[in-house]
C-alpha cells in the first residue's frame, strides 16, 4: 500500500492546495520510514517569498521534526523536477531519495551538469508524470484566459 504512487498522491493533494490558493501547483512530501514527516506546497505568493517553494518548505519541516540537518534516511516526493535552487539545497540535506513526477525541461535541475544532487542520493523520475503535468497545464492555462 505504500508505495511510490501512494506518497506521489498525497504530494499531488499538496499541489493541488497550491493549484486553490492561486499558487503555480506543486506539491512535496517528505516520507521518512514509510511515515510522512513533513509536507508542503508552493507558497511564494501567499509568502512574498521566492525562495517559498514546496521542496523547501517541506525540507525543513522534516528536519525540525527530525532535529537534523541530515536526511539521508528520507525520501522527498515532489510533483515537478526541483528547480537549481531547491536542488541545492537537496545536496547540502543530503536526501536519500527524491521522487518526481513530472520533467521540468524549462527550469529543472537536471538541465544542469554534472548532476547538483547528492552522489548518494538515488533518484525515480515519472512516477504520476501525467496527472502533475495536467494540474500544471491547467493552472497555466487558467492565467492566460
Known sequence: ???????????????????????????AVVVCRNRIIAKGYNQTERLTDVTAHAELLALTAAEQFLGSKY???CTLYVTLEPCVMCAGALFW???????IGAPDPKRGYSRVKPSLL?????????????????LLSNFFRGLRT
Do not use: W
Open 118 to 134: 547528492h552522489p548518494k542520493t538515488n533518484l525515480t523520475t515519472d512516477v504520476l508524470a501525467s496527472e502533475s503535468h495536467h
Open 71 to 73: 536526511l539521508t534516511d
Open 93 to 99: 540535506a543530503q536526501i536519500g531519495r527524491i521522487v
Open 1 to 27: 500500500m505504500f508505495n511510490d504512487d501512494y506518497f506521489m498522491a498525497i504530494a499531488l493533494q499538496q499541489a493541488e492546495c497550491a493549484f486553490d490558493e492561486g499558487e503555480i501547483p506543486v506539491g
